[in-house]
C-alpha cells in the first residue's frame, strides 16, 4: 500500500453516522454521533489549517466522550437518553456554575448539539443555492442563526475570519467526493432530515430535563 493512505474522504458517508445513530426507538447512540463528528472535522481540516482553531474545539469535545464511553461506566454512556439519565440520577452535571463536572457528558455533548443545528442550517443553504452563491455568506448566515448566541465576541470574530477563507461552492462540492453537483444536491436531500431528527430529540430531551443551558 501506498505511504499514508487515508480512506478517500465521502461526506455522504460521513453523514450516514447520523443516519445509523437513531435506533428505532429513537435512541441517539452516542459511537455513531461520535463518529459522525470525527468525520466532519476530517473533513474541515482538508479544507485548511485555517479552520484548525474550530476543528480542534471539535476535537477536544469528542475526545471527551471517547474516554466516557471508555471509562467503567462505559455502558450507561450509550445512549444520549441513557447518559443523560445515569448524570443527572448521580448528580454528574453542573446545572448553574462549573465547578465540579467540567467534561460531563451531557455538557460536552450539548456543545456538540448546538453545532449541529449550525450544520443543519448551513447544509440546507448549500442544498438550495446556485451556482454563483458565496459559502462564506451561507456558512455565516447559519452561524448567526445557531452558534454565534453561544459564543464571546472574541470567538465571533475568529469564526468570521475564517469563514471568508472557505473556497468556493464548486470546490466545496468536488471536495465532498460524492459526485455531481446533482449528486450532491441528492445526498444532502436524503441525510437533512436525519441530522434534523437527531437534532430535534436531542433538543426535546434537553428541554425536558433542563439542560439547555448548562454553562
Ligand atoms: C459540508 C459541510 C461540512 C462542514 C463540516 C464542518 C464541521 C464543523 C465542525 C464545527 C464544530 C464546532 C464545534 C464548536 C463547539 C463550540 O461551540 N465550542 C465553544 C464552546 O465550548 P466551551 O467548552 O468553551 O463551552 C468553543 O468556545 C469553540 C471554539 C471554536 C470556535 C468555533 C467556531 C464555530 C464555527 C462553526 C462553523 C464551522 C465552519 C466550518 C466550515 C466548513
Known sequence: A???EEPKFCLSEVLDSFKTCLTENKEIIIDQYVAGWRGLTRFMNS?????????KDAVDKIQIMVKHRNDVNGPRYVTVQSMVKYELDNGLVDLTKRSSFPESGCRTLLRLHRALRWL??????LRTSAEDSKTSVMCSEAYNE???????????KAAGMAFCALPGRSTFFEVMNV?????VVVMLGDALPLISEVYQLT???YLKHKLLDIP
Open 2 to 4: 501506498a505511504l499514508s
Open 47 to 55: 479544507l485548511g489549517t485555517i479552520f484548525s482553531f474550530i476543528s
Open 120 to 125: 443543519e442550517l448551513f447544509l440546507e443553504r
Open 146 to 156: 445557531s452558534l454565534a448566541q453561544f459564543h464571546p465576541w472574541l470567538i465571533r
Open 179 to 183: 459526485g455531481t453537483p446533482e449528486q
Open 203 to 205: 433538543e426535546d430531551l
